[in-house]
């Protein structure tokens, strides 16, 4: 799986991992820890691998500090 961290100005940080929808052990999670919105099909290509998804970010709230 692939972990992200993605942020940006005026926003909450999201930290994330996102699983290949073809790896076999997901169909094997004891726990069905993986939600469906995080499987994702990944493809190689020559520069390495490759995947789309949505990222959707909270805005900050007016009282949360800012990240450095």
Do not use: K
């Not at 099909?41 to 007016?62: C, E, K, N």
């Amino acid at each position: 799986h692939i972990h992200l961290r993605i942020s940006a100005p005026g926003f909450q940080p999201l930290t994330t991992h996102l699983f290949d929808r073809s790896d076999p052990a997901i169909a094997s999670d004891p726990l069905y820890a993986v939600h469906p919105a995080l499987l994702v099909d990944l493809s190689r290509t020559d520069q390495g691998w490759t995947t789309a998804f949505t990222a959707i970010l909270a805005p900050r709230g007016p009282n949360e500090r800012t990240e450095p």
